[in-house]
């Protein structure tokens, strides 16, 4: 803006100064007798005033202005020139800088891409490798034949699992559980009568265990959530839509446990076709999980909660906190599993095996009423439940399993509630595939029932009334 007052300025003075030599200055008096001074100026285009003195000078002042504003014109014009200069300057400054900064995220875009094309490339190897390993184990020799009962008998047995599966939700313990023979348990002159005087008195109705069989191969688990699991057959199943035909299956490995497998008999269970898939409210904790009177009865995750679920109404029935019970991993069965509570069934009704702080890791039996799963009766053993590999209840009576390796076991101490007494024994108990992760009474089809090592195996019982026992 002062460049332009001084553009002006300069051009005033340049056209005053081009017409002072032919200006006039004059003074005289009015008709009112006042002194006025008369300025003239010659036109530089026009030697006389054809239109009027006054019409002609505005004329002129007029021209001027024209000249005037064409002049600020010409100069409004360079200004702004200049200004779009310098603002094109700075747009291709800010272009520039736009430029690299999308050229610096394209190549970070580009190596994340490629460290993520590497972690699939690794995954593919891991998974391709896996498949070779699973397709490797499915193709392993290995004859079945059918027998009557429409099992499985396998006469090349497996050494173990195919590999093992490592998840922080589960816990194993590694170390074996040294078997002591019964004998060196037993007082002096209060020793078992042998199996053979006995098994001339077998009966058919509730007693002592006497032999248990070897195991029968029903159906082995194709995936790694197998290794360990739950399946039963309900003994006194309460209609309308599942028999005692019917086989419920729980594949135990992993976090969030909730599927429950529904069979229609034991033919379909070992095809492996199940005829619906129940989805639990509440996920399940372990292998201590079992059907009767048709509930499945089961502990809660991560908590000493016991739970009915109704298999008819497909809804949960009852829940109980069960009273100063041990609960993931502070009193499992020697080998993990977070398997401090362990649900059961027998001809006396419905049973849990668990430990309390008070008894410090010694089994305690308590005796549940079926319905509101409210705790009857309880009695305290001498046995710890990390000492043994498993247990089961049959005619009221607590059974241990010794090893859940040892291929050839024993089942190495019994308590009963009727008396209130335990004694150690010595029945001969086989873990085919070395790894049983639950075992589990029926008393309608006299059979326990078993996980061993992805396989679900079945084994016959013969049992031995008290009264012969007792005379023996």
């Given at each position: 803006m002062l460049l332009l007052l001084s553009v002006l300025s300069s051009s005033c003075f340049a056209a005053f100064s081009q017409s002072q030599g032919r200006a006039s200055l004059s003074?005289?008096?009015?008709?009112?007798?006042r002194c006025v001074y008369s300025f003239a100026v010659v036109s530089p285009q026009e030697s006389s005033c054809p239109g009027g003195s006054a019409k002609s000078e505005t004329d002129e002042v007029l021209t001027r202005l024209t000249l005037l504003e064409a002049l600020v014109s010409r100069l409004t014009a360079r200004g702004e020139q200049g200004t779009a200069s310098v603002g094109l300057r700075h747009s291709e400054e800010n272009l520039q800088e736009a430029y690299a900064q999308v050229t610096r995220e394209r190549n970070q875009l580009q190596l994340d891409q490629e460290r993520l094309n590497a972690q699939v490339r690794k995954l593919q190897g891991t998974v391709a490798q896996l498949n070779r390993e699973v397709e490797r184990l499915r193709q392993r020799p290995c004859q079945q034949t059918h027998t009557s009962a429409g099992a499985l008998q396998e006469n090349t047995p497996l050494r173990g699992p195919g590999y093992h599966?490592?998840?922080?939700?589960?816990?194993e313990m590694k170390a074996e559980v040294k078997e002591v023979a019964a004998s060196r348990l037993l007082p002096e002159g209060n020793q078992q009568a042998s199996s053979s005087k006995l098994s001339s008195n077998i009966s058919s109705g509730c007693g002592e265990l006497l032999s248990v069989g070897d195991p029968v191969l029903h159906r082995k688990a194709d995936a790694i959530t197998g290794k360990y699991g739950v399946w039963l057959q309900d003994p006194e199943p309460q209609g309308p839509y599942y028999t005692n035909k019917t086989v419920w299956r729980i594949d135990s490995v992993g976090k969030e446990i909730r599927q429950l497998f529904v069979y229609e008999d034991m033919d379909q269970f070992s095809k492996g076709f199940p005829m619906k898939v129940l989805v639990l409210p509440e996920p399940v904790e372990s292998t201590g999980a079992t059907v009767y009177r048709g509930s499945l009865y089961y502990q809660r995750r991560r908590s000493r909660t016991l739970l009915r679920y109704n298999l008819n109404s497909e809804n949960l029935a009852s829940r109980l906190d069960l009273p100063h019970a041990g609960f993931h991993g502070q009193h499992p069965y020697s080998w993990g599993g977070y398997t401090d509570i362990d649900l059961a069934a027998d001809e006396q009704g419905?049973?849990?095996?668990?430990?309390?702080?008070?008894?410090?890791g010694a089994i305690v039996i308590s005796q549940l009423d079926p319905e509101s799963l409210e705790v009857r009766r309880s009695w305290?053993?001498?046995?710890?439940k990390n000492a043994v590999g498993n247990a089961f209840m049959a005619c009221g009576r607590l059974?241990?399993?010794a090893s859940y390796t040892t291929p050839n076991t024993t089942i190495n101490y019994m308590f009963d509630t009727a008396t209130s007494e335990g004694r150690a024994i010595s029945v001969p108990f086989v873990n085919k595939y070395r790894y049983s992760s639950m075992v589990d009474y029926n008393h309608a089809?006299?059979?326990l029932y078993a996980w061993d090592n992805f396989h679900m195996v079945t084994y016959d019982v013969r049992l031995v009334s008290s009264a012969t026992s007792d005379a023996g």
């Open positions: 003074r005289s008096n009015d008709p009112n007798g599966f490592e998840n922080t939700s589960y816990q419905l049973w849990v095996i668990y430990s309390t702080g008070k008894a410090k305290e053993t001498k046995m710890r059974y241990t399993v089809q006299r059979k």
